[in-house]
């Protein structure tokens, strides 16, 4: 994908489709993490529900109860730090076509990517190597930090996934 400014961004009625749907699945990726504590609760009857989301992170997060915010006495599904990923990339999301009006290119430095991994590299080593444990908010922050800024190489590269689909007709965008 070529550099673009926002004006084809915002015109561009494929873009709008695959940002909207990103922005979509990120949201129901937050939906399904803050209605879990609820859903568990045994007076809602959505037991097998709250079963299905648990079972969804399974694979991509440890789901360490100490390691997860509490929300109306339960855990949350994922762990703190894996909390800030999603709500970092969901606000990196909803504010991507707002910065990418500021901006030539769509595309940030890559050392911007790597800058944003340090924090949650130090959290990170210092709880494996030295056993301090920096607490939920600092996972979480951490965490936020680096997928707001991912999300800011995850969204152009799906548009220009989007961009070759469409050239092999494999998608439609209505």
Same mark, same amino acid.
């Given at each position: 994908?070529?550099?673009?400014?926002?004006?084809?961004? *915002?015109?561009?009625?494929?873009?709008?489709? /695959?940002?909207?749907?990103?922005?979509?699945?990120? %949201?129901?990726?937050?939906? !399904?993490?803050?209605?879990?504590? /609820? %859903?568990?609760?045994?007076?809602?009857?959505?037991?097998? %529900?709250?079963?299905?989301?648990? %079972?969804?992170?399974?694979?991509?997060?440890?789901?360490?109860?100490?390691?997860?915010?509490?929300?109306? #006495?339960?855990?949350?599904?994922?762990?703190?730090?894996?909390?800030? $990923?999603?709500?970092?990339? *969901?606000?990196?999301?909803? =504010?991507?076509?707002?910065?990418?009006?500021?901006?030539?290119?769509?595309?940030?430095?890559?050392? +911007?990517?790597?800058?944003?991994? /340090?924090? !949650?590299?130090?959290? /990170?080593?210092?709880?494996? +190597?030295?056993? +301090?444990?920096?607490?939920? $908010? *600092?996972?979480?922050?951490?965490?936020? =930090? *680096?997928?707001?800024?991912?999300?800011?190489?995850? $969204?152009?590269?799906?548009?220009?996934?989007?961009?070759?689909?469409?050239?092999? #007709?494999? !998608?439609?965008?209505?």
């Amino acid at each position: 994908m070529q550099e673009r400014n926002s004006k084809s961004f *915002f015109h561009n009625k494929q873009y709008r489709f /695959v940002y909207l749907f990103i922005l979509f699945l990120s %949201l129901l990726n937050l939906g !399904m993490i803050f209605s879990f504590p /609820v %859903l568990v609760s045994k007076s809602s009857g959505y037991g097998f %529900l709250a079963g299905l989301i648990k %079972l969804f992170y399974t694979p991509l997060c440890h789901q360490i109860p100490e390691r997860s915010f509490l929300l109306w #006495g339960h855990t949350l599904p994922v762990c703190s730090r894996c909390t800030g $990923i999603y709500v970092g990339f *969901f606000l990196g999301t909803v =504010i991507f076509p707002f910065i990418t009006k500021k901006i030539k290119s769509i595309y940030p430095s890559k050392t +911007i990517l790597l800058l944003a991994l /340090v924090p !949650m590299g130090l959290d /990170v080593g210092l709880k494996w +190597i030295f056993h +301090i444990d920096t607490g939920l $908010i *600092f996972h979480f922050i951490t965490g936020s =930090i *680096f997928s707001i800024l991912f999300s800011f190489f995850a $969204i152009p590269g799906l548009l220009e996934l989007s961009d070759l689909l469409i050239k092999r #007709g494999e !998608m439609s965008y209505g």
